[in-house]
């Protein structure tokens, strides 16, 4: 086992945590598992692409960490590293081959997930499980519908009920979408198309979700004694020139068009007004039943931001989402730049933090879960990457920030570092290390502690958990 050599000295260690709050960490079913062609599994929209050439270094998801057979030494790392709760995805590709509702369920994949939940179960580790972690079957996928097409929500809410129905009496502890607004605005078609299709794929993605939690809620909560919401994404936004009105308001638009859009229907009922008034009729409308489906369709709030920008007013001809929200980014030269070439700036964290709550928790008894937390580091070899300093000031400062928002009342119980494992970075690909672990991929993805786990073991401990 790795030991973490320095004292930490972490500000929250004179904070007094409430009870609730857990540690944990984070992957996602196409990042680490592989096994492309196995087990029943039938493809996806993402092996398609990676199979496309589409990837910067040419790598795919075809093995990756090679999780789907080495899960059981993920599960003993976790538990050597006292780590007790455990955020995965599973792949709606192996459990629903054909991907429709109605279609047959894969009952290899059934039994395989199952005895992995039970394996974590055994080690004291707590799955956190999200159904759609960016990735389709490819037979949804045909002609470029997925999310528009009108049977998107009752086929997402066929898979969802598969999944609470064979495996809720294990897991109870449900997110419905990772990240939808990188889904939404990733969305391609002709100049036509793409007049409204970001937001008619975001109506889509809302529906599916609270079609989704309704039937959670009324069928199987009441029996599985779990909980269910969806992980939203925002980066953070200041003004360029805070003294510059246009400015100002061209980070409030950045703002609208990722966290609002989703967090305002969320949690009211309905689309922000500012999008209403600048989409005008390419902006889907919910009809009354649906914005009380909407309304309050999370247990908590769970969300991930890595990274803050600078905006300014920018215009672009064609009309869609860019022309509507109308700015460009920057980054400030004083920010630390990561390996994804991301701004880094903890404060940030603190700020949106705060802003979510002042916005739309202070009233409710949501907590907060933090979905995702961390940071990619540049690690060429094994030595590098053991010594990732980088990673655990990244993750101490960010932790701190979080702190700050949690005396000023915001009630953030669950942090998961993004990831246990270096994986498969979507257009990326296997270039980008964002793991508490290294994953060797020429040597048999053997695993590899890093300090930063060792770090994130002795704070574990500290807080007596
Ligand atoms: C996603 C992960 C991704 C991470 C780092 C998040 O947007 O949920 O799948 O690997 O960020 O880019």
């Not at 899960?71 to 429709?100: C, F, Q, T």
């Not at 996928?141 to 064979?166: K, L, R």
């Not at 908590?300 to 509507?324: C, H, M, Q, V």
């Not at 929200?325 to 964290?349: L, N, Q």
Request: proline share 5%.
């Amino acid at each position: 086992m790795r030991i973490y050599p320095i004292l930490i000295l972490i500000q929250f260690a004179l904070t007094k945590l409430p009870t609730n709050f857990e540690f944990g960490v984070s992957t996602a079913a196409y990042q680490i598992e592989g096994a492309w062609l196995e087990g029943g599994k039938s493809l996806s929209v993402w092996d398609n692409l990676v199979h496309s050439g589409a990837v910067i270094d040419n790598s795919t998801g075809d093995v990756a960490a090679d999780s789907f057979h080495k899960y059981p030494e993920d599960i003993a790392l976790m538990k050597e590293y006292g780590i007790k709760n455990y955020r995965m995805s599973v792949a709606w590709a192996r459990i629903i081959p054909h991907g429709n509702k109605g279609t047959p369920i894969n009952m290899q994949a059934i039994q395989h997930y199952r005895t992995q939940f039970k394996a974590l179960l055994r080690a004291g580790i707590v799955p956190y499980v999200t159904l759609y972690h960016n990735v389709m079957p490819a037979n949804l996928y045909i002609n470029g519908t997925g999310y528009v097409d009108p049977d998107f929500p009752d086929d997402f809410a066929y898979y969802g009920e598969v999944c609470f129905e064979h495996f809720g009496d294990l897991v109870k502890n449900w997110f419905t979408f990772n990240e939808p607004w990188v889904q939404a605005i990733s969305v391609s078609g002709t100049e036509e198309d793409l007049k409204d299709k970001p937001y008619k794929a975001t109506h889509s993605i809302l529906l599916a979700h609270a079609k989704t939690v309704e039937i959670y809620r009324k069928k199987y909560k009441p029996i599985q004694q779990g909980q269910i919401g969806i992980v939203l994404n925002t980066e953070v936004y200041y003004p360029k020139d805070p003294n510059k009105q246009s400015d100002i308001d061209a980070a409030i638009r950045g703002r609208t068009f990722q966290l609002d859009w989703y967090a305002h229907p969320l949690l009211t009922g309905d689309y922000p007004e500012l999008m209403k008034k600048i989409v005008g009729d390419r902006l889907p409308k919910f009809t009354d039943e649906e914005k009380k489906l909407l309304n309050g369709s999370m247990d908590f709030y769970a969300f991930n931001s890595y990274f803050p920008l600078l905006a300014e007013s920018e215009e672009y001809t064609p009309i869609g989402f860019n022309r509507d929200r109308a700015a460009k980014f920057s980054k400030d030269p004083k920010w630390r730049i990561s390996d994804m070439d991301w701004g880094v700036y903890a404060r940030s964290f603190y700020d949106i933090l705060m802003f979510t709550h002042n916005t739309w928790l202070k009233n409710t008894n949501l907590e907060v879960y933090i979905a995702e937390s961390g940071t990619a580091v540049k690690e060429p070899d094994i030595k590098s990457a053991l010594n990732d300093m980088l990673r655990i000031d990244y993750l101490q400062t960010y932790m701190e920030e979080m702190v700050n928002a949690m005396n000023e009342g915001v009630k953030v119980t669950k942090f998961f570092v993004w990831s246990l494992l270096d994986n498969f970075e979507w257009n990326s690909g296997l270039s980008k290390k964002f793991g508490l672990v290294r994953v060797q991929y020429d040597e048999n993805q053997k695993r590899i502690p890093k300090n930063s786990i060792a770090w994130y073991y002795a704070l574990i401990k500290d807080f007596g958990q």
